[in-house]
């Protein structure tokens, strides 16, 4: 994971969007869906159908995610204006208040999930609910916690996605690829089922390798692209971010472990989708929301 940090940091052109790697194809309809394939084949179709009925750990994921969080972000920017109200931008503390609105992964949390070992099919419903649950509940989180901030980039003012659209490429994207493996592993012969259990390690590491094209992707399109703050301030930004999370992580694992009582596996993946946030749905997201409107914010 360092090495692949250094690569992307050093050299963020080869494995950004458009760059020599081809990411929006071997990581966008490749790595992506090779991971969700790979989660199916060694997913338990009886645990997933179980994982809807687990109302303690979904209803800690989605309420941290789309409650808790957003709440953070916010009392943390207050702190900050308070205590120093120089050390970041005013955008880029609205910008921790967005971050914190947007609903959970589609992808990293259950392969992150599956990497630690822990409940991949709680994980797999709260991506795909969590982010259905967001179409609807991030809007009204922004517009309650930050009324007046909008962009003034006209390039921003794009269609919000719609339920179909999101439902659509969640089912594309994340449910069929692990349908399929659910089914493969299902309708495998007994030779090839006893071969899958003897290479379990392999797919593994098949998985991990996987995993990193697609967290290289990601450092390579966040230090390709210009974020106009001065590396002082990305320091320090970094810095609050590591404080937010880490706060997020305790947080949970706390209502998990000691009020909830759930399942080490459970509170595992409770940590990860309730602290994760997504990019391929925020973006579209915020994109609609802070560039509609006339409010010329900051």
């Known amino acids: 994971m360092t090495a692949v ?7 963020p052109h080869l494995g950004a969007q458009g760059g020599p790697m081809r990411p929006e194809f071997v990581v966008d309809r490749l790595a992506v869906k090779g991971l969700f394939f790979l989660s199916g084949l060694a997913l338990p179709l009886r645990g997933l159908l179980g994982a809807v009925s687990a109302w303690r750990v979904n209803t800690l994921i989605q309420s ?3 409650g808790a969080m957003p709440l953070l972000a916010l009392a943390l ?3 900050l204006e308070a205590l120093a109200p120089n050390i970041l931008q005013p955008d880029t503390l609205s910008g921790l208040v967005v971050l914190g609105s947007v609903p959970t992964t589609s992808n990293m949390c ?6 630690a070992n822990a409940d991949v099919p709680a994980a797999i419903f709260n991506a795909v609910f969590g982010n259905l649950l967001g179409v609807v509940v991030t809007p009204l989180l922004l517009r309650a916690l930050l009324p007046t901030f909008r962009s003034t980039d006209s390039s921003l003012a794009t ?3 719609s339920l179909s659209a999101v439902f659509r490429r969640l089912t594309i994207k994340v449910v069929t690829p692990i349908a399929c493996g659910v089914v493969t592993a299902t309708l495998l012969p007994p030779k090839l089922r006893a071969l899958k259990m003897r290479r379990k390690k392999l797919l593994s590491r098949l998985s991990e390798l996987l995993l990193l094209l697609v967290v290289h992707n990601a450092f390579s399109d966040a230090f390709s692209s210009s974020v106009g703050i001065e590396p002082s301030e990305v320091c320090t930004l970094l810095a609050v971010l590591i404080v937010y999370h880490t706060t997020a992580l ?3 694992f ?4 000691e009020v909830l009582k759930l399942e080490p596996a459970q509170t595992v993946t409770a940590m990860l989708c309730g602290s994760h946030k997504t990019v391929a749905l925020g973006l579209p997201l915020l994109k609609s929301i802070l560039g ?3 409010g010329s914010g900051g």
Do not use: H
Request: glycine share 12%.
């Open 5 to 11: 940090f250094g690569l992307a940091f050093s050299w």
């Open 64 to 66: 941290f995610s789309l």
């Open 77 to 79: 920017t207050r702190c």
């Open 110 to 115: 259950v392969v992150l999930s599956a990497a």
């Open 159 to 161: 269609p919000a996605p």
């Open 250 to 252: 305790v947080s949970v």
């Open 254 to 257: 706390g209502l998990g472990s």
């Open 292 to 294: 509609a409107g006339e």
